[in-house]
């Protein structure tokens, strides 16, 4: 395969194994679960401002935890070609669905009124500026809970099947370029897809969705966790 090829593979595998329904489950969730309620620090109402105004950084966030295990378990592989246990990746999956779970929970919890709550998020400062146009001229918060969440993606299911693909490679420049691609395009993929649903999500309907979003992050979660353990040999 040459390294044009791997690149071209990479990404379209990348964009579309970004859009896989557990991946999607997880991020619907997040985005609103990033919201910071105003009032919670002294620049509370600017967090809670620039949580809606960056959506996209959700799904960018989830993209990069996502690539890295992936990229690192991939190319450790090949230089020592191994390959990545079946019992610890349906482990991984037990895990996901977990996780699913509890965000959509969390969802619904957020829609009936039953808790209000902030989340720790990491400051960036962004300031570009051509002319009068500027982009994130104020704090942009990226989301270390869609970070932790991508990257247990990123060793579970489909993700063990990146990183088989990658050990497989014949060489470490395919690999890199494979990754590389692979990346990118999910990480642009995700970070499209929640910014659309930000977007979505100030249509008027907020509610509705964030209750819709929340019972199939649920039911996407449960029936992960039942397949996983019905294929569990006991």
């Known amino acids: ?16 194994h970004a859009l896989e329904t ?21 620049d509370g109402a600017n967090s809670e401002s620039d949580a809606h105004a960056h959506p996209g950084l959700v799904g960018a966030s989830w993209g990069i935890g996502h690539t ?50 902030t989340h720790g998020t990491r400051s960036i400062h962004t300031h570009v500026r051509i002319g009068r146009f500027s982009v994130g001229g104020g704090h942009a918060h990226l989301s270390g809970d869609s970070l932790v969440v991508g990257a247990l993606h990123g060793v579970a299911g489909s993700g063990a099947l990146v990183i088989a693909l990658v050990s497989t490679a014949p060489d470490l420049p395919t690999a890199a370029a494979f990754l590389t ?15 659309l649903w930000g977007r979505t999500l ?33």
């Not at 395969?1 to 579309?16: E, N, T």
């Not at 997040?30 to 919670?40: M, P, R, Y």
């Open 22 to 42: 557990d991946h999607l489950a997880a991020v619907t969730t997040l985005v609103e679960g990033d919201t910071v309620e105003s009032g919670s620090s002294s």
């Open 181 to 195: 691609a692979f990346g990118l395009c999910s990480v642009v993929t995700m970070a499209a897809v929640s910014a």
């Open 202 to 234: 100030s249509t008027g309907f907020d509610r509705a969705l964030r209750g819709v979003a929340g019972v199939v992050g649920v039911a996407a979660g449960l029936l992960l966790v039942v397949e996983q353990v019905g294929a569990v040999p006991f």
């Open 1 to 16: 395969m040459s390294l044009v090829a791997a690149f071209v593979a990479g990404g379209a595998l990348g964009a579309r």
């Open 68 to 117: 890295v295990p992936i990229a690192a378990l991939g190319v450790a592989f090949l230089l020592l070609g191994i390959r990545l246990p079946e019992s610890v990746t349906r482990l991984f999956e037990v895990g996901v669905g977990i996780v699913l779970v509890y965000l959509g929970a969390r969802m619904l919890a957020d829609v009936v009124g039953l808790q209000e709550h």
